[in-house]
Nanobody, 119 residues
């Protein structure tokens, strides 16, 4: 069984930066779309950023200009560079991915990595 594995979360002060990474636990075919969602305590999970295999990106408005998503299709790896972090960015960040023509029920998910922004 293939799992998505996230890394890079941690504690950071407001204004700081982190880079998250996500890769499958073994080599598999390139996903059509990969992205990052986040969930803060008591809040609904929201999609933060996503990128297709063609490198078309989407971002939630609250992170535009601060976060950058990128992909290495050869490694089936997705990254999220997070700059100018704010306390409201605090959440568990989840990697997710999907193949073309696949059902959302077939999505791959990571276990989550905690990002805490606090002074």
């Amino acid at each position: 069984q293939v799992q998505l594995v996230e890394s890079g979360g941690g504690l950071v002060q407001p204004g700081g930066s982190l880079r998250l990474s996500c890769a499958p636990s073994r080599s598999i075919p390139t996903f059509y779309i990969m992205g990052w969602g986040r969930q803060a305590p008591g809040k609904q999970r929201e999609l933060v950023a996503s990128m297709t295999s063609g490198l078309s990106a989407n971002y939630v408005d609250s992170v535009k200009g601060r976060f950058t998503i990128s992909r290495d299709n050869a490694k089936n790896t997705v990254y999220l560079q997070m700059n100018s972090l704010k306390p409201e960015d605090t959440a568990v960040y989840y990697c997710q991915a999907r193949y073309a023509s696949a059902s959302p029920l077939q999505d791959y998910w990571g276990q989550g990595t905690q990002v805490t922004v606090s002074s």
